[in-house]
């Protein structure tokens, strides 16, 4: 199979459509089951699940789990790696932070943690950061990468990731820039590890850590252990209401993070989405000529300068 910028663009077409007409079944029926956050979270990642699983069915005759979503040592190894990435950068913003006295840690009122929260959350944030990847790097996503080549498809769909979060409340220009990046950043790690464990990983380690320790998520307080981070730095520093995705902090770690997903000893996997287009743009052996074809057959012993054997 060849390149095919039409094939990928009908593709992701019947992908987008069959997303978006889940979407608006599953989140309001979650949400009516749930409540907002929970319903939203939870909706998107059924909904972004089942489109994937039926173009996958459809146009490529694969499981769900060929998306990138083996479960393996391998990827359990990569998925290791990007929690760790992943939570790592977040802790660097927070903890740099409170080096320079830019923030400290305040009791949160009235926020509602318990034990049942504190248990329930990292599961939401593991749904929500999972329903994205899916969404963002999955059948999609994979499909131009096939077909359009992968940085054209990576820094697009980098910046729509970006761009999707300008209505989260109380967003920045930096912080639709920082997400961009972080987009681009999980690309990225796909394109290493073959696989969404690893952008997975990395995209829920910096969900899950950053409420853990009272810092605002994408302009979203959550609290779940009832402690917050308080700021006494500027804007540009603490990234405001919308949280440390905002601020010049991430946009320095997320330099570093770059240097962690191209130095860390990733495993690729077999991403079966893209092996079907062969690595040539000539097929991988020629057609065998017809019987009564003065052409040698495929396999014939002829030694050099002999002619081929015309009898019948």
Known sequence: ???????????????????????????????????????????????????TALTMRIFADLPLSAVGLHLSKPSLRNAVLGLAGGAGSALLVVGSSLVMHWAHFEPSTGSGANWRTALFFPFLILAGALAEEILFHGFAFQTLFRDIGSWAAILP????????????????????INTAAFGILFGLAFLRSHDLWLPAGLHFGWNVVL?????????????????TLVWTASQLISGGKYGPEASLLTTAVLFVLLFYILKIPVT?????????????????????PPADSLLPRTGSNLSAGSPPNTQP
Request: hydrophobic share 50%.
């Open 211 to 227: 409420p853990l320790v009272g810092a605002d998520l994408s302009g979203i307080t959550i609290e779940p252990t009832g402690v």
């Open 157 to 176: 769909v980098g910046f729509l990731f970006g761009f999707l979060h300008n209505d989260n409340p109380n967003h920045t220009t930096l912080s639709l």
């Open 268 to 288: 690729k996997q077999q991403a079966p989405l893209l092996s079907l287009v062969s690595s040539s743009l000539l097929p991988d052996s020629l057609p065998e």
């Open 1 to 51: 199979m060849r390149r095919s910028p039409t094939r990928a663009a009908i593709q992701t077409g019947v992908f987008l459509l069959l997303y978006i007409i889940l979407a608006y079944v599953c989140i309001g029926l979650f949400h009516w089951a749930f409540g907002y956050f929970a319903g939203l979270t939870l909706g998107q990642l059924v909904a972004t699940a089942g489109a």
